[in-house]
């Protein structure tokens, strides 16, 4: 079997997982815990092993035939319009491939772990496992179809999963939430489709060659609305107010879904969609605007946030901002590069803020957490290593992916744009040394909350976040934690995941060292035949490439120097945080993300919400339905007079039709006459 | 076996059910139950048969025709085509499954009488190729229809019914007095009189035949008529009723095949018949379809009463389909009668589901119902599945034809197709939230007590959603047989008026246009 015919059979990659997720949602219950688990395992560990293979085989091909497109059959056809079922094997989606799967199956794993005693452990594995298929089909299909397809395999999921705690309202509102923000954005997908086949004729990825051939307005509105599309799914202004929210969710997903994976298909689908991008001349500086923005402001309201995750969630967004920043610019291979990066060192922060939640028994505010990591050893030595990688300390791997976005920016004279990532840089580094100070080091404020625990419920009631989750009878019940509130360390298969994330963190970022000549820019060159077309920008010179890390290092270092200077004592006990107090008002604005999320929550209940209300008692019920009733009470009006020859009501309606129907027929035939 | 009148056994097998029905004694429920579960499954036997049996592109096929009325020049002419031929098959699998759904239902014996004359006359309404036949089966459909809510149903049943009857009556008058006027303008012109579909269709579409004035205020006749059937704003107030109060059986098939009734007459008759009149007239119909989508879905998203939402989803539905009749392509037609077929099955499911919550609860208010996936995982999860569904998620038969017929309205009517496309997520407004009332949260009072569905039940629900599954990854044993038929159509349609059906253009005349 030549590499050819091996990659021909890429339909198993997501076959796997989804022959998974069929078993588990028809017998998950009676297989139950923990087999469940681990056959779910299995199944994406069977597609990371599948993904291996592929890369391999493609990689033993020349460079000009990486480009291989598996069996299949046609999904649908009708008039001028064909898509096929098929998968597209090139570089792009086997990077793709292999972080979803690899990530993908130390999630699994940890999970494993983490839901132990949950009543919907077999439940919870086949959403994994559907989630899992559904992403690969979104990376590896062959048209814009297919890939919509998968994405809105992964909306179903993520919504099935934010809300798997659905007794929780709050968990139940979320992941609806989160579903009809990203409809907004596949309003914008479909259309783009429908522009691309009524411009091209098919949405098949390998019709993109036409996309120079277009009228300027034409493809820029198509790169505009598939990127509407990609705001929604990655979570960018404005259609960000889903991705907090979604930390309802268990934190395996977080890590998977709202972290490493699904979040960055919209940074995916421009890369795929690339040639539109190209041939538009303004789309592009839209999209790295929108990204810097989201960078920059994500950043500021994560720097107040108290509750673990939610730290995590908008740093995802911001970060997800760079992806974009470097799409934006033209820097496609820098956007993947960070994508991975962050895929390893944000599923490693996750999965470490699901370690301390679980060790500290479903406690998420980090006001209530601190001086954990002689607790929690393994945890810690872990977070921390995350925590270097996204404040850009050099050699972990979120130092080179985001350097080079900044670089790239620069090269390109964006300097506006490297001047904002630069600024998000800061208050990553910052935030990230907040939490890291907050969970692990200084006072132990767990000791005090564990007496008075619903006291301290009371003061933060606006943490959607504080019920336990239905399992936490579970977790407490078993008692096999020692006493009730003591802090403990997870149990191998979550340490294990997270040894093993800590480990890709640092030399993740060895896959693209920014050394062109010594041909150590390795995911650069493997990119290279997917985006051919695509103007690569290098370094001047040296000295300027040295001197943009150097201030990329500095601008990191001073983030978490300012961090350690404010927070390394911990938090006075009961007392108020330094800094939120310091910014005074703009710290409740930035606490509130601006006032955004409930600006649009007003707007809904009241003006919109007012609206369809009319619309259905008043315009509907009042309006036309009353209308139309007049009309048959006109009718019964006039059978009044013709009740005394004794008919009955039907036949009153009847008599009126028939005389209408003759009065019609009498017009048509006069007017043919 | 060619000689076999498939087509007449398929009308006159529930016929002949339900007057044998008659003949069985009212205290032995069970006969009555076996006989309707072996009338309706025959039928569905024979109807699979007919798939099997149909050569797609071959036309009209399986024609038997006879004199009926001669002096009237009525004939008893029945044909299949790949417009009718799943519209057929919808009616028979959603007959079987209503009478599961209805196995406890009071007075049998009366019931599955009016139950099999309805399945007779809706198989009678897809394989007619006379006008007269037609209509008088379109017409029959009422009467079944009417006793089955005023009888079976709850609430404000009689109002519903006699709603359901005036309203549908007073557009089939329209229909009736167009149908009468082209008969008698043919014989005019020709010299014999006939009702035959193809002759008049034949006749009407040719230049010169009827005055453009003419033409339009037939094709308006029929129109609505089958407007009023769809049901298109603002004549779709009966549908909401009529719904709220119908049998769970009568829901199911109310929705399932009545609605499509409308979009079919136009595919049809209305269409075909008046090519230029339709063109010239394709704004109004998109309009109506694009409100229907829209104000649809805002006013089902508002209402407090579960089956309501789903009556006024079939509003938002139906738009797609007109949408797609109306954009005159053949994506954007095949989508249109895609959809038909899958919201028979996805909403057929979504009025089994909530009527089985009426069976233990005996309420539709959304208020009365919270935690359901919990009290009752099984009900919880396939009604988040048939909401998904029906949503038109990627992967379910909803999504191929609602985006077939988006993309083709795209190409001709752009404007119209932006509008409706934003139906996409109003969808997953009004569904969702009401799937967020009633199945999650903590359940509380009744709710936590309620028993969970039983294999009775499932059977129902299951299968339907099994096949929207199918045809949702699976799609082309459905479009294949449709193709060459709606491509006569076009054909049709193209050569007796000015419209184009426009191909994609290539990207390269696009660039030349655009300099």
């Known amino acids: 079997m030549d590499a050819h015919e091996l990659l021909e059979l890429a339909w198993l990659i997501p076959a796997f997982p989804a022959a998974g997720a069929v078993l588990l949602l028809l017998f998950g219950r009676r297989i139950g815990e923990p087999v469940a688990g681990w056959i779910a395992t299995a199944t994406i560990g069977a597609s990371f092993l599948a993904s291996v293979a592929a890369f391999v085989a493609l990689l033993s091909l020349p460079e000009e035939e990486r480009r291989v497109v598996s069996d299949g059959y046609t999904w649908l056809r009708a008039g001028g319009f064909a898509v096929d079922f098929r998968f597209l094997v090139d570089p792009l989606s086997v990077t793709m491939i292999l972080f979803v799967t690899g990530v993908g199956t130390l999630i699994h794993l940890y999970s494993i772990g983490y839901m132990h ?17 559904s992403m690969l089909v979104l990376v590896l299909g062959s048209n814009f179809l297919l890939t919509f397809l998968g994405w809105e395999g992964v909306g179903l999921c993520s919504y099935l999963l934010i809300s798997f705690w659905f007794e929780r309202d709050s968990a139940a509102v979320a992941g609806k939430k989160a579903f009809v923000t990203n409809r907004v954005g596949d309003f914008g997908f479909m259309l783009a489709m429908f522009l691309i086949f009524w411009k091209l004729g098919s949405l098949d990825y390998a019709a993109m060659e036409g996309a120079g051939g277009l009228a300027q307005t034409t493809v820029t509105a198509i790169a505009l609305l598939l990127f509407l599309g990609a705001v929604g799914k990655s979570a960018q202004i404005p259609l960000h107010i889903w991705l907090p929210d979604a ?62 995750k939610r730290v995590l969630a908008y740093s995802t967004v911001s970060q997800l901002g760079y992806m974009f920043l470097a799409a934006g610019v033209g820097a496609y291979s820098a956007a993947l590069f960070h994508m991975v990066t962050h895929a390893f060192f944000k599923a490693l922060l996750f999965l470490g803020a699901g370690s301390v939640i679980h060790g500290l028994h479903d406690e998420q505010d980090m006001r209530r957490m601190g001086g954990l990591r002689r607790w929690m050893p393994i945890t810690a030595g872990t977070f921390i290593v995350g925590w270097l990688a996204i404040a850009g300390i050099v050699p972990f791997a979120g130092f080179w992916s985001k350097d080079e976005i900044l670089a790239q920016a620069w090269y390109r004279d964006d300097y506006g744009l490297w001047l904002v990532g630069a600024l998000a840089a800061l208050l990553t580094a910052f935030y990230m040394t907040r939490q890291v100070y907050l969970v692990f080091f200084g006072n132990e404020r767990w000791r005090e909350a564990a007496g008075g625990h619903d006291a301290a419920a009371g003061v933060a009631g606006d943490e959607p976040a504080e019920v336990a989750h239905p399992g936490a009878g579970a977790h407490s019940a078993a008692g096999a934690h020692g006493g009730p509130h003591e802090p403990h360390e997870s149990p191998w298969t979550m340490t294990v995941p997270l040894g093993a994330l800590a480990v890709l963190t640092v030399v993740g970022g060895f896959v693209n060292l920014p050394f062109v000549e010594q041909g150590l820019e390795f995911l650069g060159e493997w990119l290279h035949p997917v985006f051919e077309d695509v103007e690569v920008v290098h370094a001047p010179s040296f000295s300027t490439a040295f001197a943009l890390s150097t201030a990329a290092l500095v601008i990191g270092v001073g983030g978490i120097l300012l961090g350690r200077a404010f927070y390394r004592a911990g938090l006075p006990s009961g007392g108020e945080d330094p800094v939120a107090r310091r910014l005074g008002p703009v710290g409740r604005v930035l606490e509130n993300a601006y006032y955004f999320d409930r600006g649009i929550a007003r707007l809904v209940s009241g003006p919109l919400g007012a609206f369809a209300r009319f619309l259905a008692d008043g315009f509907d019920r009042g309006g036309v339905d009353r209308a139309v009733n007049g009309v048959a009470a006109g009718f019964r009006l006039g059978g009044e007079g013709l009740r005394r020859l004794q008919t009955g009501l039907v036949r009153n309606y009847a008599l009126g039709i028939v005389l209408g129907a003759v009065a019609l027929v009498g017009y048509v035939l006069a007017r043919s006459l | 076996m060619t000689d076999f009148p498939i087509l007449t056994t398929l009308v006159l097998l529930p016929a002949a059910g339900a007057l044998l029905t008659l003949l069985v004694p009212a205290r032995r429920p069970e006969l009555v139950r076996a006989l309707g579960y072996g009338v309706t499954v025959a039928t569905l036997g024979v109807t699979g048969y007919l798939v099997t049996r149909f050569e797609a592109g071959a ?19 029945l044909g299949v085509d790949g417009v009718s031929l799943f519209m057929v098959v919808l009616t028979a699998v959603l007959f079987p499954i209503g009478l599961l759904a209805s196995a406890e239902v009071d007075r049998p014996k009366a019931f599955l009488f009016w139950v099999l004359v309805l399945e007779a006359a809706l198989m009678g309404v897809f394989l007619a190729l006379d006008l007269v036949l037609f209509f008088v089966f379109f017409e029959f459909t009422l009467v079944p229809m009417y006793f089955l809510i005023a009888g079976w149903g709850h609430g404000n049943r009689r109002y519903a019914a006699m709603k359901f009857f005036i309203f549908t009556m007073a557009g089939s008058a329209f229909l009736f007095a167009g149908i009468l006027a082209v008969g008698f303008l043919h014989r005019r012109d020709v010299g014999f009189l006939t009702f035959d579909a193809g002759v008049l269709t034949e006749w009407a579409s040719s230049p010169g035949a009827l005055s453009s004035g003419t033409a339009r205020v037939l094709f308006l006749a029929f129109a609505v008529a089958f407007a009023v059937k769809v049901p298109l704003f603002p004549f ?65 998203a508002m209402q407090p009463n579960i089956k309501r939402i789903v009556a006024y989803s079939s509003v938002a539905h139906l738009g797609f389909v007109v949408l797609g009749i109306f954009a005159l392509t053949a994506e954007g037609i095949q989508g249109g009668l895609f959809t038909m077929v899958s919201h028979g099955l ?98 509380d009072g009744d709710n936590a007590g309620m028993r969970d569905l039983g294999p009775r039940e499932l059977c129902t629900v299951v299968p339907l959603l099994a096949l929207s599954l199918f045809l949702g990854f699976h799609p082309s044993p459905v479009l294949d047989r449709m193709e060459p038929d709606v491509d006569r159509l076009l054909e049709h349609v193209e050569a007796r008026s000015d419209h184009d059906v426009p191909s994609p253009a290539p990207g390269v005349e696009e660039a030349e246009a655009g300099r």
């Open chain 2, 59 to 77: 036309g009209i096929q399986f024609v038997s025709t006879h004199w009926w009325m001669e002096t009237l020049g009525v004939r008893w002419t």
């Open chain 2, 236 to 300: 779709h107030t009966w549908l909401p009723d009529a719904h709220t109060d119908a049998p769970t059986a009568g829901s199911v098939v109310l929705a399932g095949v009545l609605l499509k009734m409308g979009t079919y007459g136009f595919l049809r008759f209305a269409i075909p018949m008046f090519p230029q009149a339709a063109v010239d007239l394709s704004w109004l119909l998109l309009v109506l379809a694009v409100v229907g989508i829209t104000y649809g879905a805002v006013v089902a």
């Open chain 2, 346 to 443: 996805t909403t057929g499911a979504l009025f089994l589901l909530v009527g089985m919550l009426h069976d233990r609860r005996h309420t539709y208010d959304v208020a009365q119902y919270r935690g359901l996936w919990k009290a009752v995982p099984v009900f919880g999860g396939l009604f988040v599945a048939t909401a998904f569904a029906s949503i038109g998620l990627p992967g379910f038969s909803g999504f191929v034809g609602e985006f077939l017929a988006l993309l083709g309205a795209f190409v001709t009517s752009r404007w119209y197709a932006v509008v409706a496309t934003t139906g996409v997520i109003l969808a997953a407004v009004y569904l969702l939230w009401a799937v967020q009332r009633t199945v999650t949260g903590e359940p």
């Open chain 1, 117 to 133: 005693g949950d009543p919907r452990f077999g439940r919870f594995f086949a959403y994994l496992n559907l989630f899992a298929a």
């Open chain 1, 247 to 308: 930390m309802e969710g268990p934190t395996p997903v977080s890590a998977l879904i709202h972290a490493a994976t699904m979040v960055t298909a919209g940074v995916f689908l421009v890369a795929r969609a690339h040639p539109f991008f190209e041939a538009s001349g303004s789309a592009g500086t839209v999209v790295a605007w929108v990204g810097a923005a989201t960078a920059l402001l994500a950043a500021t309201v994560a720097i107040v946030q108290n509750d673990i």
